[in-house]
């Protein structure tokens, strides 16, 4: 239940983060939609591509995707790199990051 709460609240700022960022709805969307359906895919092609950079690599925000599973399943650590906490705390953390800057671009955006 936890995982669906944690996942939910990282998308959604997320989504507030691209609509304040985008100003075209329809590219947003497409980018939410790649994001939800590839960012998982995305990461961990990103992650086997700069493999010695693993330790770094592995604390991007499309890596936060895998909580959904992760916290479930624990044999998707081998995909996310992270330990359930790292990727609880990372998803907090990068929710955090993006509800900030959503909120500064949407407050000083010109409508």
Known sequence: ????????????TLSLLLISLVKIDAIVI???LMLGF??????????????TWDRVIRWNP???IYII???????YFKYSLLNNM????????????????????????RV
Request: charged residues 10%.
């Open 1 to 12: 239940m936890i995982e669906i709460f944690l996942y939910t609240i990282f998308i959604v």
């Open 30 to 32: 497409l980018i939410g």
């Open 38 to 51: 590839l960012g998982a895919t995305f990461s961990n092609i990103f992650t086997s591509l700069f493999h």
């Open 62 to 64: 499309l890596n936060m």
């Open 69 to 75: 599973n992760q916290l479930s399943d624990s044999k």
């Open 86 to 109: 790292q990727l609880v705390l990372g998803t907090i953390g990068y929710a955090m990051i993006f509800l900030v800057i959503g909120y500064w671009t949407f407050k000083n955006r």
